[in-house]
């Protein structure tokens, strides 16, 4: 029987007080922090933490993440970092290595596969992950020690509470598939999280997307701060988003142009996308409504 679990990161500040959680059922579940680090660091820590735990098992291992990064570094890049050394195809050394020999070698042996799902869209175990780790960074924060929670333990025989087939099944508010194949794919994939209700309503998911200099010049002509954007709350309705192009300016930079349409109308929408050690960030964003016919 596969062993389902969901591991996920937090960082308050990105670096800042962080946590890391991995959460398989109310029974099974684990966490940690520290009062600095980075939600990448957090994100691989709770893979890493539950791979080292569940390695007595020789169940094979499913794990939700909404990090495609993660996911990345463990199932496509690795292999030619080590290669070349652990360093990067541009000659740069890998971020976070130690992190990611230990992971390597948890990875050695074991049945595991891999799993995206898009955050804050009420996936179950993702959610839950989620909570322990925001739960972690803030006791970190606040000076207090995380909750380690009771961890794996072996038990022969045992049925884990999320089979497969329950969590795939229709009437599961789950986001299946695998990460987007290319970074334009993921910056497309962020742009519509930014308008979702879901989103828009939580703080800390609309500041993970969003990069500290962040501004906005709205299709009225107003300019837009951060922290008037985090506190905007949902759109009034609806929102659908055209892609009209996604062009790659440097390994760092992606320009998404594209259109969105609404009840008020059309408008045509410029984001300027930065990859930073938190993931993509929306940098800067501009609209300007369409002429009518």
Request: charged share 20%.
């Amino acid at each position: 029987m596969t062993i389902i679990a969901a591991a996920d990161g937090s960082a308050l500040g990105n670096p800042g007080p962080a946590g890391w959680g991995w959460f398989i059922d109310k029974d099974t579940w684990a966490s940690g922090g520290w009062r600095h680090g980075t939600n990448n660091i957090g994100e691989l820590t709770a893979v890493l933490d539950l791979l080292q735990q569940t390695a007595g098992t020789d169940e094979d291992l499913m794990i939700w993440c909404d990090s495609t990064y993660v996911i990345n570094s463990i199932t496509k890049w690795m292999p030619g970092w080590k290669a070349k050394g652990w360093v990067k195809k541009d000659g740069k050394p890998v971020q976070n290595l130690e992190i990611m020999k230990a992971l390597d070698a948890a990875m050695a042996g074991r049945r595991v596969q891999f799993k995206w799902v898009k955050g804050h869209t009420g996936h179950e175990l993702n959610e839950e992950a989620d909570r322990l780790a925001t739960a972690a960074a803030l006791a970190c924060q606040q000076g207090r020690t995380p909750d380690a929670g009771p961890g794996f333990t072996v038990h022969p025989g045992r049925k884990w509470a999320h089979a497969q087939e329950t969590l795939d099944a229709p009437d599961t508010p789950a986001v299946t598939g695998d990460a987007p194949t290319s970074p334009e794919a993921e910056v497309i994939e962020l742009e519509r999280a930014l308008l979702t209700p879901a989103v828009r309503s939580n703080a800390k998911a609309m500041s993970s997307l969003l990069h500290p200099q962040w501004s906005e010049i709205g299709s009225s002509g107003r300019h837009w701060t951060r922290e008037e954007a985090l506190t905007m709350g949902p759109l009034p309705g609806p929102v659908s988003l055209d892609v009209i192009s996604a062009e790659r300016l440097s390994d760092e930079l992606i320009l998404l142009i594209w259109r969105s349409t609404s009840e008020s109308g059309s408008r045509l929408r410029s984001s300027l996308w930065q990859r930073t050690p938190a993931g993509w960030q929306q940098r800067f964003h501009q609209g300007t409504p369409e002429p009518q016919a």
